[in-house]
Structure formats: structure tokens, C-alpha cells
């Protein structure tokens, strides 16, 4: 018999800081979120960012995993 795992799943937007062009990543604050997800048992899968315009960015979204309990 095969023992499939089944997955469960977390999205996370974190958003980035700054004037009106905005795009900046505070890393210290990302690493540490990454970390506290990371202590729960997920790992991260695929991240991408939202663009606000010009090369700026709006959000980065991380996505998670980890094996359903």
C-alpha cells in the first residue's frame, strides 16, 4: 500500500514599505517572519511579488507547506 501525504497550505502577504513609489523590503522583518512560519512546521514553496509600478513592489507573497497533522 502507498502512503500518499496530504498537504496543507499557507499564503502569506507581506507587504513592502516606503513613500508613494513605495517597494521596499524590510529583510530583518521577512527573515524573522520566515523563521516563525518556519518553527511551525512550513516550508516555503514559491514566492512572487504584486508590482505597484515603475519597479516598485506592493507585496511579496510567500507560499507554504507542510504535511497535514
Do not use: C
Not at 507587504?15 to 516555503?44: C, H, T, V, W
Amino acid at each position: 500500500m502507498i502512503n500518499a501525504s496530504k498537504w496543507e497550505y499557507k499564503t502569506v502577504k507581506f507587504p513592502a514599505s516606503g513613500g508613494f513609489m513605495g517597494g521596499k523590503i524590510n529583510e530583518s522583518a521577512l527573515n524573522d517572519r520566515l523563521n516563525e512560519i518556519g518553527e511551525q512546521g512550513y516550508e516555503l514553496t514559491n514566492s512572487f511579488v504584486t508590482h505597484q509600478g515603475y519597479g516598485s513592489s506592493r507585496d511579496v507573497v510567500l507560499i507554504f507547506k507542510r504535511e497535514r497533522r
